[in-house]
């Protein structure tokens, strides 16, 4: 099942590291990064949603591209980066995904290095993450995603 994965990674590059760890290990896995690419995505069967959060939601970057450009009827998975565990970042993601009919298979979040507004002053949060665990918990993740047939 053909699968794509899009990224949108700014800050610190937390999410990329992830998803460049998952691409390492499955080839066969299409990576756009939403701020450049504007992929034709009807020939993919999942779409994995990847991005930092910002403000305590994914990055308005990538809200956008879903809203344009998300296919109708997928299986999507979401991988996603934050300094801060809190519930509810995924929430607006969701409602696109709800919006579109499109199936979520599952999430993967984990803990970012962090800079952004008071955290610069005490030298972020999260400092070395995602660290090896992290990585490899985000790759067997994805393995889990592609192995799963709900269709």
């Known amino acids: 099942m053909p699968t794509a994965i899009l990224l949108y990674s700014f800050h610190h590059n937390n999410t990329r590291k992830l998803v ?3 691409q390492n290990t499955h080839n066969s896995i299409d990576i756009f990064d939403v701020t450049k690419d504007k992929p034709d995505l009807s020939g993919y069967d999942r779409i994995g949603i990847a991005s930092g959060v910002y403000a ?3 990055g308005k970057p990538m809200l956008r591209f879903l809203q344009e450009y998300l296919p109708a009827d997928k299986e999507t998975f979401i991988i996603y980066t934050y300094g801060i565990r809190k ?3 995924t929430d607006s993601t969701k409602q ?3 919006e579109k009919n499109c199936t979520l298979l ?3 979040g984990c803990l970012g290095f962090d800079t952004f507004g008071p ?3 005490v030298g972020g949060l999260a400092k070395g993450h995602p660290d090896e665990a992290d990585v490899k918990a985000c790759v067997e993740f994805v393995e889990d995603m592609i192995k799963t047939n709900i269709s």
């Open 56 to 58: 305590f939601h994914l």
């Open 119 to 121: 955290f610069k002053l």
């Open 96 to 98: 696109i995904l709800n």
């Open 106 to 108: 599952g999430e993967y």
């Open 87 to 89: 519930d509810g970042y």
């Open 20 to 22: 460049e760890a998952v």
